[in-house]
């Protein structure tokens, strides 16, 4: 049916404008609603930017987000140390090393889509009563990390799949018959072609960590302060959280907001040099 | 500049829609309702930033009651009742002083709160939701008031600090500081603080009710680390309290948790807290497991409406008819 | 040669180790939640618990039909609104988007998803909620309405960002084909690109639809949150979700475990919903394209 279209169009014709204007329309749409948001995060955030929010020190007055600042780039990096490799090495087994009408591959792939579906208030709570009260790791960053390592190990692991899967078979046979073996047709040649696509999973982790709240809660905890791996700390969006929670710090929470998004555009700018790094070498 | 912010916001939803008005399909129903609705969103916004003049100029272009609620004195329509989730602290605290707790036949106590009552999950939820919505009620800790929105007077009772603690005005809970037996000897000098003359000026000065015949700290100075833990509605003081004692003893180290009450309760007997913080009197459960709670504090409840509600007193009995479902209508209250 | 292949045997031993994390990290969470939820599914009687109609923690009453409703429609709401903008989104950006805003656009829809969801919350909170009571003229803006849009919203950056990955895959010579048969560039890009980053589009939707019914911070903020049957499109609802994070806190004793036992719940639906996805992919790829 879908071929039989093709053929009997025109190049000018109505229904290709028609599809062409959808996705203007819907991009549009998009837009405008990403529009919104940001300005509403502005509006409300700018106005309330003071030198108070940058001290050193968190105190109940100034509301400082420095410390967060600091614990959430910490948790970033330490969940992504867990969880990317893992999720990467996943992928390269289920694309590389078997057959994909195999069982145990397709029990990996549903665990997998599981996974990615369990709320994170459930996260929370299983981090919980696993890291902090079973290991005896209390409040702190590794509770927080391995959580969220969890957390965003499907989603890395998935996009990572779907960027291996898109790589030609072509390329494999080229390499083979060059003479590389295996792993080497894997690290040289396919892992650098499957770059966007896997940073892509990896950039969207790093937008759930940075973005949590409900999880960290019962695992990272809420000390405003600098943490190390066994402390507890606050990460930025549970930093807005907190000072929102109750009302009396709107202005600063907004003002966070305004922080957490800049920051989010500074390590979506990052990774985008990253990958043109490593697509070029 | 917020004025001439929501401008530019409604000139990008007219090209947004004049971009949809180019293709004709059902596919443009849904953006077109979007872009519209947004234009409106745009205006309220500036209606409820901007100076006075421009949230009666945002009304009536929004055309909603609100316009007439304002020039009549008089309030109309249903009543948007906000209640608290089952178990928060202010909640329990409001529905058993209120009346909307009532006893059943076989005398089981059962919270009568209307369960078509929209549920806000804190304190700054809300504030928001009432500050936004001309027809809706709420409560709050007194301590988070401001002036987005209004607190009415209950039996003819301002909600300030001075009235909960003459008793005048009925709305009140206790903040619950936790114990265990084994705690620590910085632990318990902390504690000593909270209840002495010194911490209590500051949960005086906090806009929450201290609490009677305490002495002036003593303290030992002793060295080492506390984590405290709980309620959220009794971390702000917390934090004060903390930053006060620093002052007065520098060899302390003391973390502040913020979760919820029960988290604090139970937190506190798994030994992941050192102090736990509840915005509750203890379960029997709780108790049972050899914890000791002590007020450290009492805190006003305000019973909250939009700033463009013209009611500013309610008997408590009104209240509970509202929060029953009795009463639907503001009409039925003036 | 002997290094090599124990390096390769190793190396195939990590690989292995590290598809198991996530079949791992499943059971544990299984048996964590399973333990804790099972039994007070026992004690509130089965059919009572899933069929009952009135939750009311107070006086032990746990019927969570009105939540599991909740959530069902709130989520089909998010995925009808959401979907479709989602998708045609990522086509735009994939083969229609000028270069000049192409970058603005990207960056726009990577910042999306890095916005905290206490933020989407307060934005549905204090522009939605009023706008939505002001069209419909209805007592209160928190409403399933309100909740579908917002998730909708939310679930933008996943999908886009997934489905535009697996767009730009698709091999170059497709697309060459297809014009060099007469299409347009439109037609090219609708019937065969698309079709063939079926297998991506998939996954970015389902990633969405996780992201959709595991939400909970921003929809607490604008669902209403009654527990009472849902009505319609513009009355208030609580998802399973926003069942726990409202309580759990405060829970103790049974209330807690039927809280843990909603989870399960949550956790089985999003089960089978992935089983009916695998099937609909295995049927997509029998009948081949």
Redesign the interface.
């Known amino acids: 049916m879908e071929t039989n279209k093709i053929t009997v169009t025109y190049k000018k014709s109505r229904f290709s404008k028609f599809l062409t204007a959808i996705t203007w329309v819907a991009a549009a749409i998009s837009m405008v609603v990403l529009v919104f948001l940001v300005l509403f995060v502005l509006i409300q955030g700018v106005g309330n930017f003071s030198p108070d929010l940058f001290a050193l020190e968190y105190t109940s007055d100034n509301g400082s987000l420095m410390p967060a600042l600091f614990n959430t780039v910490f948790m970033v990096i330490l969940s992504l140390i867990i969880a990317a490799p893992l999720g990467i090495f996943a992928a390269i087994f289920l694309v590389e090393y078997s057959s994909s009408t195999n069982k145990f591959i397709t029990v990996i792939r549903m665990t997998a889509e599981t996974l990615s579906g369990i709320p994170s208030i459930v996260y929370g709570l299983f981090g919980m009563l696993f890291f902090s009260s079973a290991l005896h790791w209390g409040y702190s960053m590794l509770s927080g990390a391995f959580t969220m390592a969890i957390m965003i190990l499907p989603l890395i692991m998935r996009t990572s799949e779907e960027a291996l899967m898109a790589v030609p078979d072509s390329y494999r046979e080229g390499s083979f018959g060059l003479g590389a073996g295996k792993l080497r047709t894997i690290f040289r040649i396919i892992l650098p072609s499957a770059v966007p696509g896997i940073l892509s999973g990896v950039i969207l982790g790093i937008g759930r960590v940075v973005g949590e709240t409900a999880a960290l809660m019962f695992t990272a905890g809420t000390v405003a302060d600098y943490a190390g791996f066994l402390d507890s700390g606050r990460t930025l969006a549970l930093h807005m959280y907190v000072l929102s929670n109750e009302g009396l710090h709107m202005d600063k929470a907004y003002a966070t907001a305004v922080i957490l998004m800049v920051l989010v555009l500074g390590i979506n700018a990052l990774s985008g040099l990253v990958a043109k790094k490593l697509t070029k070498g | 500049m ?1 004025k001439f ?1 929501s401008l530019a ?1 409604t000139g ?2 007219v090209l ?1 829609m004049a ?2 008005g ?2 004709s ?1 059902e ?2 129903e ?2 077109a309702t ?2 519209a ?2 234009t ?2 745009a205006a ?2 500036a209606g409820s930033e901007a100076s006075s003049e421009a949230s009666s100029e945002a009304s009536t272009e ?3 009651e609100a316009a007439d609620a304002g020039s009549t004195g008089t309030m109309e329509g ?3 009742v906000i209640s608290r ?5 202010t909640r329990s605290a409001f529905i058993e002083l209120m009346g909307i707790e009532q006893k059943d036949e076989s005398g ?4 009568m709160t209307l ?11 809300v ?3 009432v500050a ?2 001309t ?2 009620i709420g409560y ?2 007194l ?2 008031l ?1 002036d987005t929105v209004k607190a009415i007077s209950v039996n003819g009772v301002e909600p300030t600090a001075e009235n909960v603690k003459s008793g005048d005005y009925v709305v009140s809970r206790p903040f619950n500081i936790i114990t265990t037996e084994n705690i620590s000897e910085v632990g318990q000098d902390f504690v000593n603080f909270i209840m002495s003359t010194e911490g209590q000026a500051v949960v005086e000065a906090e806009g929450y009710i201290p609490v009677d015949g305490v002495s002036a700290f003593e303290g030992t100075q002793p060295s080492g680390d506390v ?1 405290v ?1 709980g309620s ?2 009794v ?2 003081v917390m ?2 309290l903390v ?1 006060a004692y620093a002052a007065v003893n520098p060899n302390a180290n003391i ?9 604090g309760v ?1 937190s506190t007997s ?1 030994g ?1 807290y050192d102090i736990g913080m509840a915005s509750r009197a203890l ?1 029997d ?2 108790t049972a497991l050899g914890l000791t709670p002590t007020v450290i504090a009492t805190d006003g409840i305000a019973v909250i409406v939009n700033n463009e509600n013209p009611i500013s007193d309610l008997t408590s009995d009104q209240i509970r008819q509202i929060y029953t479902g009795e009463i639907e209508d503001w009409s039925e209250l003036n | 040669m002997k290094s090599n292949y124990i390096r390769e045997t190793v190396m195939k031993v990590i690989f292995f180790i590290a598809a198991c994390a996530s079949i791992f990290a499943v059971i544990l969470i299984c048996v964590f939640l399973f333990a804790n939820g099972i039994p007070a599914m026992g004690e509130i009687g089965f059919f009572k618990f899933l069929l009952g109609t009135e939750w009311r923690p107070s006086n032990d009453i746990y019927g969570i039909l009105p939540m599991i409703l909740g959530s069902i429609y709130v989520t089909a709401g998010a995925i009808v609104i959401g979907v479709p903008i989602a998708l045609l989104t990522a086509i735009f950006l994939a083969y229609f988007c000028p270069k000049k805003i192409y970058k603005f656009c990207k960056s726009g829809i990577n910042l999306m998803a890095g916005i905290p969801s206490v933020v989407y919350g307060f934005f549905g909170l204090v522009l939605m909620v009023p706008m939505i009571k002001s069209i419909f003229n209805i007592r209160s803006g928190s409403t399933m309405l309100t909740a579908a849009i917002l998730l909708a919203i939310m679930v933008l950056p996943t999908i886009v960002g997934v489905t535009e990955a697996s767009l730009e895959s698709v091999p170059q010579s497709y697309y060459e084909g297809a014009l060099a048969l007469g299409a347009t560039h439109s037609q090219s890009v609708f019937f065969t690109m698309v079709p063939a980053a079926k297998s991506g589009i998939v996954t970015g939707v389902v990633l969405g639809i996780g992201r959709v019914i595991g939400e909970t911070m921003a929809v607490i903020m604008v669902a209403g949150n009654q527990a009472v049957m849902p009505e319609g499109l513009l009355s208030g609802v609580r998802t399973m979700t926003a069942n726990i994070v409202l309580e759990m806190g405060y829970a103790s004793g049974l209330h807690r475990e039927a809280l843990i036992a909603t989870g399960v719940v949550l956790f089985v639906f999003i089960l089978i919903i992935n089983l009916i996805v695998a099937a609909l992919k295995k049927g997509a790829i029998q009948h081949g394209d």
């Open positions: 917020k912010m916001m990008v939803l947004g971009a949809c180019g293709t399909t596919s443009t849904a953006p979007d872009a609705t947004t409106e969103a309220t916004e929004a055309g909603s249903f009543i948007n989730e089952d178990g928060s602290g089981e106590k059962v919270d369960p078509e009552a929209q549920i806000s999950n804190s304190t700054s939820a504030m928001t939701t936004g919505d027809s809706a709050i800790s301590g988070s401001n984590t833990g959220s509605s971390t702000p934090e004060k930053e973390e502040v948790q913020q979760s919820d009450s029960t988290t139970t798994d992941l379960t459960d709780e």
